[in-house]
C-alpha cells in the first residue's frame, strides 16, 4: 500500500487551520457569548439545564456529517444532531461561524474525529463547550495506520468502534435512555458489519492487477487496508497544489501499470485528475471520503457508493 508520510498529514492540518485559531479564538469566543446572551434575552431559547433539551431530545454537535450520522443511528429519536461542517463541504477548507459556537455550548454532546482531521475545530469546540458536555473523541487510542490516515471510517469494523463511542458518550450525558442507546449501537453496528460483507463481495468484481486506487486525496488508506488493495493519491488534501512532476508521476504510473481509471471525491475540484486521465486515456470516477451531499446522505450509503463505483470503473 502507497502512503504519504504520517506526520505530514498533522502537519498539512495544522497549517490549514482558519486565521482566529490561537490568541484570536477569543475574538470567536466573545461573539458567541453575546449571542447567547441576546438568546437570553428572548426569553424562551436560552440553554437549559439538565440532560435533555431541544423538545426532551439531547443536543449532539458534531464535526463533520459523517459523524453526524453516527450520532442519529446511536440515538434515534432521542436526540437532535448538528454537524458543524456542512454536508458537501470539504472538513479542510470549512469556516466556522459564531452561530457554530452557540451550537457548541447548547450541546450535551460533542463529537470529534480526533487524529488531527477536526483540529482546526479545536478553538470554537473548547471556548465554547459547556462545563460538564461529554466530549467524544471518536477516533481516540486507534492511530491512522502508517500512512498517517484521519479517516477510519472507509473501513467499516473501524468505524463499529466509533459507534460504540459515541454510545458511550451519549450514555454517559443522557443516562436514563443508556438501554435504548445501546440497542440502538448494537442494531447499527450488526448493518455495519452486513456493509463489510457487501463491499467485499462487490470488491470482488474487479480483477485481481486492477485494484489500486488513484485518487487526488490521500483518504483511503483504511479502506484499501481493509479489502487489500492498493492506493495512491497525488496530494494530502484537495490536490490544488500538487506540482506538475507529481502529475507526471501519476501518469506515468497510471498507463505503466494499466490502471483503468482514477478518481476524485466531489467537493474537490476536478481539473488535475481530468488531466491525469486525459494524458492516460482513463475515465475519471467519484469516490467519497468525509463530505456527504445530496446524493449520498448517510455513511452506509457512501461506502455502497465507493464500492459499486470502484467495481464499475475497474473490472
Avoid at 225 to 236: F, G, Q, V
Wanted: hydrophobic share 40%.
Amino acid at each position: 500500500m502507497e502512503h504519504q508520510p504520517g506526520t505530514e498529514h498533522a502537519r498539512s492540518t495544522a497549517a490549514r487551520r482558519p486565521s482566529w485559531a490561537g490568541t484570536s479564538a477569543l475574538v470567536l469566543t466573545l461573539a458567541v457569548m453575546a449571542g447567547l446572551l441576546a438568546v437570553a434575552c428572548g426569553g424562551n431559547d436560552g440553554p437549559p439545564a439538565g440532560p435533555t433539551n431541544s423538545g426532551g431530545r439531547l443536543e449532539v454537535v458534531t464535526t463533520i456529517e459523517i459523524l453526524a450520522d453516527l450520532a442519529r443511528n446511536v440515538g434515534g429519536d432521542r436526540v437532535k444532531v448538528r454537524s458543524l461542517v456542512p454536508p458537501g463541504v470539504d472538513v479542510e477548507s470549512f469556516q466556522t461561524t459564531p452561530e457554530d459556537g452557540i451550537a457548541v455550548h447548547r450541546a450535551k454532546v460533542v463529537v470529534v474525529n480526533g487524529l488531527g482531521l477536526d483540529a482546526f475545530l479545536e478553538p470554537v469546540i473548547e471556548g465554547a463547550r459547556r462545563t460538564g458536555a461529554v466530549l467524544v473523541v471518536a477516533a481516540e487510542g486507534m492511530g491512522t495506520g502508517p500512512g498517517g490516515d484521519p479517516h477510519l471510517w472507509q473501513d467499516p469494523l473501524l468505524t463499529i468502534r466509533y459507534v460504540e463511542r459515541i454510545r458511550d458518550g451519549l450514555a454517559s450525558a443522557d443516562p436514563e435512555n443508556a438501554p435504548v442507546y445501546q440497542a440502538n449501537a448494537d442494531a447499527y453496528m450488526a448493518e455495519l458489519k452486513q456493509l463489510d460483507l457487501e463491499i467485499a463481495q462487490t470488491l470482488a468484481e474487479v480483477p485481481p492487477q486492477h485494484r489500486r486506487l488513484v485518487t487526488s486525496h490521500d483518504a483511503f488508506g483504511h479502506f484499501a487496508a481493509r479489502y487489500r488493495w492498493e492506493s495512491s493519491a497525488l496530494a494530502l488534501s484537495d490536490a490544488s497544489q500538487v506540482t506538475p512532476a507529481t502529475v507526471a508521476a501519476v501518469i506515468e504510473r497510471v498507463r505503466r501499470d494499466g490502471i483503468p481509471a482514477v478518481f476524485v471525491e466531489p467537493q474537490f475540484g476536478r481539473a488535475v485528475m481530468e488531466e491525469v486521465a486525459r494524458e492516460s486515456g482513463v475515465p475519471v470516477g467519484t469516490l467519497y471520503s468525509d463530505a456527504l451531499d445530496d446524493k449520498v446522505t448517510t455513511y452506509i450509503e457512501m461506502m455502497r457508493f465507493n464500492a459499486k463505483s470502484l467495481a464499475e470503473h475497474l473490472r
